[in-house]
């Protein structure tokens, strides 16, 4: 029977106390022994002593040091997903560049619970950009490079805030498919969040301070940097779940030298401010309707004027199908192209277009799932029509 990871960490947590209070009938559950014993927390003799066979003879309870490593093993969870993507780009702009690649990404992830208040986790990621864990197969069947894409602590001083820093997740609130930020971007420094509830509501305010370039010779004050700060509100409207945020990410244009991005952009400053939200509603189906605008308050360079960026965007779900569109559109200088959606246009800013998804749960953690994306790119960035075709299979573990 498959068993999830809070059981497991219930089951751990519990065991030593149910093993007292109940030496003659409890069984010790297989699955959780067989992991200590693969990892070197208990030797051979100790897994046979905790053996539902010789856990049945009340003399033989387990030592005070083994109930010690099987509390410590509920509070360590061990997670990761991997993902099988064939895709089909072709942009054309007079002549012609078709690409067909097959892809893999394999993240996994270990968490520790410190203590009551602290956890402390890495993940390591295949490949290693900033947008993407992607790995293209076909390289002589050479072996792969693993990357941390995360090392954290997150300490919990008291309920509803979170002060964490290292290589963290996105501590922000976005829409699905944000213009912002690609899903695999984790910002690197420092961030608090505290959620709260109020007149019905669920407020979320969070800020934080991140390095994108330390550079060799200067003091901290000159190493190029963003911060941010964000305010989101939960609630309901008329029986339906609603959500409304706004943002401010700043990058510093430094005393080192202006921030490089990519994407297409010749702004070298950026102070993005943005709005977003969504609406659950019923029409027959249950569908989520949401959108996103911003503007880069800060742009400078000959397209300073092209500033803006916009999306809409709907999704549904039928059993275990889930369906989505959007349609988006973003100026040349409106997001920083180096940290944007690497899968919309190639990347590219100053680019328009549709984005289609569909879904199917296969099982409860195994889907199947296609994509398809077609944009235009303005003259300043190629001038040319991108369309992408991704098919993914996806697996949770």
Excluded: C
Excluded at 152 to 181: A, C, H, R
Excluded at 310 to 332: F, I
């Amino acid at each position: 029977m498959k068993q999830t990871k809070l059981s497991v960490a219930i089951k751990a947590t519990l065991l030593g106390a149910s093993i007292v209070l109940a030496p003659a009938s409890f069984a010790v559950d297989k699955e959780l022994l067989d992991i200590l014993k693969a990892n070197g927390a208990i030797t051979e003799d100790q897994y046979t002593e905790l053996s539902m066979s010789n856990m049945m003879n009340k003399q033989n309870k387990p030592s005070d040091e083994m109930l010690k490593k099987m509390a410590w093993a509920g509070k360590l969870k061990v997670k990761g997903d991997l993902r099988l993507r064939q895709e089909f780009r072709n942009d054309t702009n007079g002549s012609s560049k078709r690409e067909d690649r097959q892809r893999y990404r394999a993240r996994i992830a270990v968490e520790g619970q410190v203590t009551d208040t602290v956890t402390a986790g890495v993940r390591m990621a295949s490949n290693g950009g900033a947008t993407s864990t992607n790995e293209t197969l076909g390289d002589g069947f050479e072996n792969d490079t693993v990357y941390f894409d995360r090392a954290y602590i997150n300490w919990t001083p008291f309920s509803g805030l979170d002060l964490m820093g290292g290589k963290i997740k996105q501590p922000w609130e976005q829409v699905s498919g944000g213009l912002v930020w690609d899903g695999d971007v984790n910002p690197e420094g420092g961030a608090a969040r505290y959620t709260a509830k109020l007149a019905g509501a669920e407020i979320i305010g969070s800020v934080g301070h991140f390095v994108l370039d330390d550079i060799d010779g200067y003091s901290f004050d000159e190493d190029q940097t963003m911060r941010y700060g964000q305010l989101t509100a939960k609630f309901n409207v008329a029986g339906a779940k609603a959500m409304l945020g706004g943002s401010i990410y700043d990058y510093d244009a430094n005393k080192a030298g202006a921030f490089t991005s990519g994407g297409g952009n010749d702004s070298t400053k950026y102070s993005l401010q943005e709005i977003f939200g969504s609406l659950n509603i019923n029409a027959g189906l249950p569908l989520t309707v949401y959108g996103q605008y911003v503007v880069n308050g800060d742009a400078d360079g000959l397209n300073d004027g092209e500033d803006t960026a916009w999306l809409l965007g709907v999704e549904t779900k039928m059993g275990r199908w889930k369906a989505s569109y959007d349609y988006r559109e973003t100026e040349l200088n409106a997001v920083n192209g180096a940290f944007n959606d690497s899968d919309f246009a190639g990347g590219r800013t100053d680019s328009e277009g549709n984005r289609w998804k569909l879904s199917y749960k296969i099982d409860k953690n195994f889907s199947v799932g296609t994509t398809y994306i077609d944009s235009e790119v303005g003259q300043l960035n190629g001038d040319l029509d991108s369309d992408i075709w991704q098919i993914d299979l996806k697996a949770k573990f």
